[in-house]
Nanobody
Framework: QVHLVESGGGLVQAGGSLSLSCAASERTYRIGWFRQVSGKEREIVAAMNWTGYRIYYADFVKGRSTISLDSAKSTMYLQMNGLRSEDTAVYYC??????????????????WGQGIQVTVSS
């Protein structure tokens, strides 16, 4: 069982920045961020494999977010800039061990954090 603990959420003004962290209890092949906007289905935000040679960004965050990983700390980060009110959601860290398959495939992430609220005020 891999344990994931998110931190760094909160309230930020539109146009501002926020950095989310996800501490993992052990290394997995894939690790990423998903979010769920109230009343909508959960969707992927960004993901990467542990070595960093595969990275995926959802279209809605391309150019304004960066995913990274500190292997020594087993901690993944998501730096989000230019935040918009529509980015308000619960953000989840997720991980999985499956090597094949796209990083955007939610079904390949079997370990999930509790989620952390990000609220962007307009």
């Amino acid at each position: 069982q891999v344990h994931l603990v998110e931190s760094g959420g909160g309230l930020v003004q539109a146009g501002g920045s926020l950095s989310l962290s996800c501490a993992a209890s052990e290394r997995t092949y894939r690790i990423g961020w998903f979010r769920q906007v109230s009343g909508k289905e959960r969707e992927i935000v960004a993901a990467m494999n542990w070595t960093g040679y595969r990275i995926y960004y959802a279209d809605f965050v391309k150019g304004r977010s960066t995913i990274s990983l500190d292997s020594a700390k087993s901690t993944m980060y998501l730096q989000m800039n230019g935040l918009r009110s529509e980015d308000t959601a619960v953000y989840y860290c997720a991980a999985g061990s499956t090597v094949v398959g796209g990083l955007d495939r939610e079904d390949l992430y079997i370990y999930w954090g509790q989620g952390i609220q990000v609220t962007v005020s307009s």
